[in-house]
């Protein structure tokens, strides 16, 4: 334990150590190119009715002849201030520096805990200029994460999110279920699925009901959260359905079957579960800047070396999870030069272990110090993914039947390279992309590009309820308070200030 942590402190102090070195070398370059005025500044992180656990905008650094620089500039180019306009109001609020997206552009991130009502006033400078049409004002309320404040018309709220009017996954999930039928559902889920982890839930006037069904159901947590937070912001639909918490995708009826329409983290091709995203992803979402390490926006200032600087092999690094990933790990001693990839954890094939050998453990953002990463389905399809997609590096993914809610969007050999289910292919794949360098290069750049847009919290919120819509829609019976349902009650936040308009509206209407 305690050489553990010793390592991990000299590697931390080595990386800000080349970090503060880089930074100054590139500001150097950087002050002459960057053009204060003419960088661009845009996100939902600049409206004040966009409401997030995080909020976050975008910058992208321009040169004095309008090119986009496309390097980093120097991550100390740019930095933001953010107060609040009424001096007699005090916000708690953490706003940690852009991060810097190696690529030119800068994500900037920050977290209320509390409500301004005045508004923000958000400054954002490159070298004591105003950058694009900084200040930028929030008129206010600009309402905090917990603060109880549901928008009651939904178009009102998918407007300001900017909800695209269709999601593709989300019609297709739909078109096995034309209606449901709840009273028929709360017969027939506990008699088939009653043993595997399922939370069944009733949302009525903006209320979150729920039951347990199986043991392993502690991932309610997640859901129970993201409802929570959804509610929040919007008033949810009256609406009662069911939430499969475990890896596997349930429902293997085929719609003249009648099959029910159960809710879950991961689909499959031999299923026809409506998808919702993981819940990795749902966590990682709520938790930004809350400490955990890894989440989907920090990901994107942890990218490692730039392109021409990666290590040119394929990377890997996993557990023993499914037979293809012994396969990648036995090509991997054939070709050590094109594929470094090894097993960091034995449990499903022990024995394996003595003819394979066990890899070091090596933290997720030194994947990116390779120039191609691997993708292997785990259990099911591997939550890593959206991680790799993030990166600069080059996602090559396995031909999979599993898959999580944007994986529809992503086209191969434009957003990825593709592998064979049994990896015949992969040796082969590397070499391609290894001699077609330019290529492999804007492969890696639009997948990133996608991922970035597809998987931003913005765009999971709206996710999320537009699938309660839809299932809504589709009841042909009341929801109602089913027994052994408890009230799941929103998070006291007492200690700050909320007071929502709206609501006070509605009382008054009243
Ligand atoms: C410059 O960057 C912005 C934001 O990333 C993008 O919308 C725009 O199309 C880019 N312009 C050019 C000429 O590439
Ligand atoms: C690649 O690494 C070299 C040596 O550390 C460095 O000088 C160069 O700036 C790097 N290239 C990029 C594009 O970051
Ligand atoms: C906030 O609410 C909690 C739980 O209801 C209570 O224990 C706490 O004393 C309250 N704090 C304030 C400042 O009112």
Partial sequence: MGGKMQRQCVSWAFSVGLFLMVSVGKCETGKEEVSAAKSLVWGPGLRADVVLPVRYFYIQAVTHTEE?????????????????????????????????RNDGTFLMRYRLYGTASEGLKIEIFHQGQHVGQSPYILKGPVYHEYCYCPEVEPQIWKDTGSCPAEEEQISRDFINFPSIDLSLLLEEVPNRFGDRGIVHYTILNNQIYRRTMGRYTDFKMFSDEMLLSLARKVRLPDVEFYVNVGDWPLETRQMKDNPLPIISWCGSEDTTDIVLPTYDITRSTLETLRGVTNDLLSIQGQTGPAWENKTEQAFWRGRDSREERLKLVRISKEHPDLLDAGITAYFFFREEEKELGKAQL?????????????????????????????GDSLVMKQDSKYYEHFYRSLKPWKHYVPLKRDMSD????????????????????????????????????????????????????KPEIRNGMEHVLQPTDNESFCNCKRIANIKEEL
């Fill in 68 to 100: 986009n620089v496309t390097y980093s500039p120097g991550s100390n180019t740019f930095n933001v201030v953010i107060k609040v306009l009424s001096s007699r109001e005090h916000v708690r609020r953490y706003v940690p520096a852009p991060l810097d």
């Fill in 362 to 390: 090596i933290s997720f953002f030194d994947f990116f110090k390779y120039k191609y990463q691997v993708n292997v389905d785990g259990t099911v399809a591997a939550y890593r993914f959206p991680y790799l997609m993030l």
């Fill in 426 to 477: 992969v040796i082969e794949k590397i070499k391609w992309v290894k001699d077609n360098d330019a290529e492999a290069q804007k492969i890696a750049r639009s997948g990133q590009a996608l991922a970035r847009d597809l998987l931003q919290p913005s765009s999971l919120y709206c996710y999320y309820f537009i699938v309660l819509q839809e299932y809504a829609k589709r009841q042909t019976t």
